[in-house]
T-cell receptor, first 117, second 118 residues
C-alpha cells in the first residue's frame, strides 16, 4: 500500500539557520511526491513536486527537496529559515493504484515548523 | 486567475442534521477532490470528481456524498451528522488532459469549510 511518513511532529529552528523537514515514502512503482504548506485556518499551498528527472527539486519561497530513491526519502529543505516559514508542512504521494497521473494524494500527518527569531 | 472558492467558510450544525458544502474550482480545472482534515486523523481523501462522475472514493461511510456539475463546480453533502464529523473540509482542483489524466499532478486547495457539529 502507498504511504507517507513524517517522523517529526515538530521541528524547531532559529531564524537564519538551515531547516530540514523529513519525509519517507512507500509506493509500488515510481513515486509522484509533493510538499504542501498550511498556515493557520487556511487551505494547503503547493510548494513543490517530484515526478521525474533531477533529484533536487526547487519550489516556492526558497524551498527545495531532495529525492533519494535508495532511502525512499523526500526531505524538504531551506538554506536560511524565516520566522514567516512557521507553519504546518505536509508531504504527499499520489496514489498510483489509479494510474500514476490520476488518483488522490496520500498525505503524511504533517510537521509543525517553528522558526524563532 | 481566481483560486478555488469554498462556501461557507464556517458553519455550526447539530447532530442529526445534514450539511452541503460548495466548491468552485479554478477556471479550466475539471477535476475536483474533497478531503477531510482533523487533528486526530490528519488529511483523509473523501472523493474525486471528473466530468460529473465520481472516479475515486475514500473510505468514508455512505453519509458522505458528492456531485459535480457541468461547469465543474462541486458539492459535498453529509447527512445525519455526528460529532466526529467536525472537521475542516478541503476542496482541491487540478488540471486534467482531454483523456482525463492529471496534467501536472499538483492539487490547488481552497481555504476550506470548517464544520462544527454540536
Amino acid at each position: 500500500a502507498q504511504s507517507v511518513a513524517q517522523p517529526e511532529d515538530q521541528v524547531n529552528v532559529a531564524e537564519g539557520n538551515p531547516l530540514t523537514v523529513k519525509c519517507t515514502y512507500s509506493v509500488s512503482g515510481n513515486p509522484y511526491l509533493f510538499w504542501y504548506v498550511q498556515y493557520p485556518n487556511r487551505g494547503l499551498q503547493f510548494l513543490l513536486k517530484y515526478i521525474t528527472g533531477d533529484n533536487l527539486v526547487k519550489g516556492s519561497y526558497g524551498f527545495e527537496a531532495e529525492f533519494n530513491k535508495s532511502q525512499t526519502s523526500f526531505h524538504l529543505k531551506k538554506p536560511s529559515a524565516l520566522v514567516s516559514d512557521s507553519a504546518l508542512y505536509f508531504c504527499a504521494v499520489r496514489d498510483v493504484r489509479y494510474g500514476g497521473s490520476q488518483g488522490n494524494l496520500i498525505f503524511g500527518k504533517g510537521t509543525k515548523l517553528s522558526v524563532k527569531p | 486567475k481566481a483560486g478555488v472558492t469554498q462556501t461557507p467558510r464556517y458553519l455550526i450544525k447539530t447532530r442529526g442534521q445534514q450539511v452541503t458544502l460548495s466548491c468552485s474550482p479554478i477556471s479550466g480545472h475539471r477535476s475536483v477532490s474533497w478531503y477531510q482534515q482533523t487533528p486526530g486523523q490528519g488529511l483523509q481523501f473523501l472523493f474525486e470528481y471528473f466530468s460529473e462522475t465520481q472516479r475515486n472514493k475514500g473510505n468514508f461511510p455512505g453519509r458522505f456524498s458528492g456531485r459535480q456539475f457541468s461547469n465543474s463546480r462541486s458539492e459535498m453533502n453529509v447527512s445525519t451528522l455526528e460529532l466526529g464529523d467536525s472537521a475542516l473540509y478541503l476542496c482541491a482542483s487540478s488540471l486534467v488532459t482531454a483523456s482525463g489524466g492529471a496534467n501536472t499532478g499538483e492539487l490547488f486547495f481552497g481555504e476550506g469549510s470548517r464544520l462544527t457539529v454540536l
